[in-house]
């Protein structure tokens, strides 16, 4: 009998976010599938830590993202089993929940760490956001589903096309300023989170939840405000950074606070399932 050797923390993790993510697809599907989607990934985490450390991982999990967006629409699709609004909202704030750790890491020191970090926190963000858009569609109307959905692609586009562009070339020059393209990769949770404020302000008007109606456009601005921050300081200095002690300081407490707000509107929406919803 084969003994497993004991897993680095970071595939550990990996494996449990993996197995949360995997009850976005249909109870039926899961039963028969999931314990060796769980398997087969954990190989890959192994396979993928072996030979690329955090690197490796970290675009293990950027592929994932993509199959795991396909993966779950097909499925859903084709047996036409779509969650109840109330689940969907439970689903959403769970999701909420569990991605607002990644933010905490994004100012980790070692950058593949920080990268990995954020892309299984876009994931959590995209499933919380269609979860949120199933839920609340109807309440919020038109352009708040909208700004939900478009969020979402953009994300997912951001991911891969400044991924493909990392790849093809390193860096790129922006005024006297030149960047290094991994850097940009940094930009994809901007697009769903400002798409998370801008359905924040249809809700400030339609008030789709119980309370606390305010609280998706103060959770959508922390991260973009900070990305734009720092990204134009960055330009504007000719890539020369200044006063780095306090930059990071600043940086760190607006991540804080990107942690909470989601941690707080993930409790809300999963606290928010009325019964009026599940006939809504």
Wanted: charged share 10%; aromatic share 12%.
């Amino acid at each position: 009998m084969s003994i497993r050797r004991a897993e680095p923390p970071v595939v550990a993790l990996s494996v449990r976010v993996y197995q949360a993510l995997l009850l976005a697809h249909p109870t039926t599907f899961r039963q028969e599938y999931g314990s060796h989607m769980a398997e087969v990934f954990r190989d890959c985490c192994l396979r993928a830590f072996r030979q690329g450390g955090p690197n490796g991982m970290a675009r293990l999990w950027l592929l994932t993202l993509l199959d795991l967006v396909h993966s779950v629409l097909e499925q859903h699709l084709q047996k036409e089993t779509f969650m109840s609004k109330p689940q969907a909202i439970k689903l959403s704030g769970w999701a909420f929940m569990l991605g607002s750790f990644g933010f905490l890491a994004v100012n980790n020191d070692s950058m593949a760490v920080s990268f990995a970090s954020l892309v299984i926190s876009s994931i959590l963000l995209s499933i919380g956001m269609l979860g949120l858009r199933t839920g609340y569609g109807d309440r919020v109307g038109g352009f708040g589903r909208t700004m939900l959905l478009l969020g979402v692609l953009g994300m997912l586009l951001a991911f891969v096309s400044l991924g493909v562009l990392n790849r093809i070339q390193p860096q790129i020059q922006i005024g006297n300023a030149r960047i290094e393209t991994r850097l940009l990769l940094y930009f994809g949770p901007t697009i769903g989170l400002l798409g998370l404020a801008l359905y924040g302000l249809a809700a400030l008007r339609r008030k789709p939840m119980a309370g606390l109606n305010w609280l998706p456009l103060a959770t959508g601005v922390w991260y973009p405000a900070a990305y734009s921050f720092f990204f134009f300081y960055f330009v504007s200095h000719n890539g020369v950074w200044q006063y780095v002690e306090q930059i990071y300081w600043v940086f760190g407490m607006t991540m804080v606070m990107q942690f909470a707000t989601l941690c707080l509107l993930g409790f809300i929406l999963s606290a928010d399932t009325r019964d009026e919803m599940a006939t809504a």
